[in-house]
């Protein structure tokens, strides 16, 4: 049995992919994942929803103030405009989180998580030599020595 990866949360042999952690263990074969993929776990288009809607609330709220004086309207959409720039620089600060995912046994399955990208690149191509190296011969193998 070959060791491709070993760290604290996870495992990949030539036979098992293997995820720990604090509650479970989840254990499996590698010559019954199917389809499997890298994808994020964070949707792309909430916050963009979010800071719509928060534009759309800073101009509903400015509409009485600029009946009273445009100065006083002006003044709020500037403090808005502040926040909701402050909190788009903040959001793109956060680490994203990467998910493996797979279909395993004709199941959806999750198989690994994680917001370290270094870990993360190093278990998906541990993974991926994994299949790749339990793959079955190909019939073109025997002629490429021809």
């Not at 590698?30 to 389809?35: A, C, F, S, T, V």
């Amino acid at each position: 049995m070959r060791l491709y990866y070993r760290g604290p949360d996870a495992m990949v042999t030539s036979e098992h992919f293997v995820h720990r952690t604090p509650t479970t263990t989840r254990a499996f074969l590698i010559r019954d994942l199917r389809e499997v993929g890298i994808t994020s776990a964070e949707e792309p288009g909430t916050p963009v929803l979010a800071m719509a809607g928060g534009t759309a609330m800073a101009l509903v709220a400015a509409l009485p103030l600029w009946r009273i004086s445009p100065l006083y309207a002006i003044g709020f959409l500037g403090l808005a405009g502040f926040g909701l720039a402050t909190a788009a620089l903040l959001r793109r600060g956060r680490p994203r989180t990467w998910l493996l995912q797979a279909t395993y046994r004709g199941q959806s399955v999750e198989l690994y998580q994680s917001a370290d990208a270094r870990v993360f690149n190093q278990v998906s191509r541990a993974l991926r030599r994994a299949i790749e190296d339990a793959r079955p011969p190909s019939s073109w193998d025997d002629f490429a020595a021809a």
